[in-house]
């Protein structure tokens, strides 16, 4: 009885086995093959919106943007499917999540509010790729790279990636200098008080008559050299002009370059803190 009894069992386990295997088989095929086929599904939904989007005058930063998000949700699709093909019942996930929502919601908070501004950005092109930008306080400075659905990054002047919260970009007050094509030189030149204050304004204005970057014969852009504070041991002297956005760097190079050059020409003294010192004899 029961030797019967035990074979009898382990002929049903068997039997189960065998009607389980093939199941088990096509889990395992089905995952594996969302596993592998799913990342190229979604690489090449993104290369045809690039295809698609080059061929028409669209704005680099929304495309960056809804290849993020079209890779976002691709995976989370991914990981959905995989939990169906193992067995989780879609359902139940759900329940859970539910039961989950408010420690969920907390968690996300930032990730959400990173995902609104990203759309906010977008939708009000505060930046677009190619920005020259900073922030008021200077931390977050150089051109605007690509946005994601909840970062940007912006490389700075001298290499570095920034990677900056969305949210940062969409409340702080960022400066753009890439909006106006033009840029006003504001730039500040001492000379002795020795020099007559005529003099000096009259080198100035040939610095400015002699670089070419500068925009001349405009009175929306006008060109601006006056004396403007008297320090202890100097006179500080106003130099404004305008150029291209492009040429600003370089068109502050020269002007200091040619700012001393030219004041050496004409003896003008560019006057450093000296210290006198009196020796009391009794």
Known sequence: MNHSFFEKILLNLVEDLVDF???????????????????????????SIDRATSLKNSDPLLISFL?????????????????????IKATSLVTILGTAGVAVGLALQGSLSNLASGILIL???????????????????GVVESIHILY???KQHNGPIIIVPNSQIANASIINYSRNPYRRLDLVYSASYDVPVDKVISVLQQVAENEEKIIKNNSDMPITISLTKQNASSLDYMFRAWVKKEDFL??????????????DANNIEIPYNKMDLYIKSN
């Open 21 to 47: 295997l093939p199941i088990l088989a096509g889990k395992l095929l089905a995952f594996l093959f969302l596993i592998f086929i799913w990342p190229k599904l979604t690489r090449l939904i993104l290369r």
């Open 67 to 87: 290849k993020s998000l079209i890779k976002t949700f691709m995976y989370i699709a991914l990981a959905f499917l995989l939990i169906g093909v193992v067995g």
């Open 123 to 141: 939708f009000f092109k505060q930046v677009s790729k190619g920005d020259v930008v900073s922030s008021l306080d200077k931390n977050i400075e």
């Open 152 to 154: 940007t990054t912006i």
């Open 250 to 263: 370089q068109a502050t190079l020269d002007c200091n370059v040619n700012v001393k050059k030219l004041f």
